[in-house]
Nanobody, 115 residues
């Protein structure tokens, strides 16, 4: 059974930082592209960042220079370091695992940035 468990969300003031973690089980972690997506109030889910099996990252323009995605294959964990947070970053953040045409999702973790 595949499980993706996110942690690290919370309430932070604008300009602050948070680090999200996602621990995966039930998949061959090293062979999956891992990603973070988010869904803000009244918005559609959108890509934040992905990292492929070769650890090559990809970022949405809105987070470039502020967020960093990384992975630890030994720990089956993907991270999202979020710096210089803005109120518009407020959303539920979801972890994603993708290989070929198969997607798995976590339950999400809430990030709220106050102004």
């Amino acid at each position: 059974q595949v499980q993706l468990v996110e942690s690290g969300g919370g309430l932070v003031q604008a300009g602050g930082s948070l680090r999200l973690s996602c621990v995966a089980s039930g998949i061959i972690f090293s062979r999956n592209t891992m990603g973070w997506y988010r869904q803000g109030p009244g918005k559609q889910r959108e890509l934040v960042a992905t990292i492929n099996p070769g650890s090559w990252p990809n970022y949405a323009d809105s987070v470039k220079g502020r967020f960093t995605i990384s992975r630890d294959n030994a720990k089956n964990t993907v991270y999202l370091q979020m710096n210089s947070l803005k109120p518009e970053d407020t959303a539920v953040y979801y972890c994603n695992a993708n290989r070929y045409l198969t997607d798995y999702w976590g339950q999400g973790t809430q990030v709220t940035v106050s102004s």
